[in-house]
């Protein structure tokens, strides 16, 4: 069994930051991409950010130059940090990863978090 657990959500300022923290545990051979996605109040889920095992980055344009994702390897965790939070950055945030589980190696499963809560408040 694998989990991702999130933790980091809650309620801030508009300007504020949160800094969200997601960690994969179980029976784990290897992680490969590791993504934060959004659900805002009434719409769709959406990807924020995403990051490669050998750090490339991508995010999508509403967040750009105000968030940025980082992972730690040896933890299989990877981090949300967010500035100049928004009110419309209000949303469920969520933790998504590409994880390979015994006995192979070469096959990547899609897990998801359970979602941390993010209020911004104006």
């Known amino acids: 069994q694998v989990q991702l657990v999130e933790s980091g959500g809650g309620l801030v300022q508009a300007g504020g930051s949160l800094r969200l923290s997601c960690t994969a545990s179980?029976?784990?051979?290897?992680?490969?991409?590791m993504r934060w996605y959004r659900q805002p109040p009434g719409k769709l889920r959406e990807l924020v950010a995403g990051?490669?095992?050998?750090?490339?980055?991508n995010y999508a344009d509403s967040v750009k130059g105000r968030f940025t994702i980082s992972r730690d390897n040896a933890k299989n965790t990877v981090y949300l940090q967010m500035n100049s939070l928004k009110s419309e950055d209000t949303a469920v945030y969520y933790c998504?990863?590409?994880?390979?589980?015994?006995?192979?190696?070469?096959?990547?499963?899609?897990?998801w978090g359970q979602g941390t809560p993010v209020t911004v408040s104006s």
């Open positions: 990051i490669t095992r050998g750090d490339s980055t």
């Open positions: 179980g029976s784990i051979l290897s992680v490969n991409a």
């Open positions: 998504n990863a590409l994880i390979s589980v015994p006995p192979d190696w070469y096959r990547y499963l899609e897990f």
